[in-house]
């Protein structure tokens, strides 16, 4: 399974991106997916994750209320719409797709993941 992520860039601290994923149709439309980032340094994190059918979305509490996650069934895109940007939302993104329908903030969870898109946030 090949995902692709896009969209990432170096922007400035209140600034929005969206990022894209796009996988195939059939790991796509019976599987969640979520976004990780990994720091600089640090170990990956979990961002966002969204259910089958577009429904049980769970976001990261740091990026509660300024990230959104959706899915496009019919494009088999997964987005991340980032806005309020900050310094420390800066890192490599990364999509994944979940063993289960319902997805969850482990990533022992998701077992295909796409190459990352470099996201950088200036102060």
């Known amino acids: 399974v090949q995902l692709q992520a896009s969209g990432g860039g170096l922007v400035q601290a209140g600034d929005s991106l969206r990022l894209s994923c796009t996988t195939s149709?059939?790991?796509?439309?019976?599987?969640?997916m979520g976004w990780f980032r990994q720091a600089p340094g640090k170990e990956r994190e979990f961002v966002a994750t969204?259910?089958?059918?577009?429904?049980?979305?769970l976001l990261a509490d740091s990026v509660k209320g300024r990230f959104s996650i959706s899915r496009d069934r019919a494009k088999n895109i997964l987005y991340l719409q980032m806005n309020s940007l900050k310094p420390d939302d800066t890192a490599v993104y990364y999509c994944?797709?979940?063993?289960?329908?319902?997805?969850?903030?482990?990533?022992?969870?998701?077992?295909?993941w796409g190459q990352g898109t470099l996201v950088t946030v200036s102060s």
């Open positions: 969204i259910g089958w059918n577009g429904g049980n979305t």
């Open positions: 994944a797709a979940s063993i289960r329908a319902i997805g969850d903030a482990s990533p022992q969870s998701y077992r295909s």
């Open positions: 149709g059939r790991i796509f439309s019976n599987n969640a």
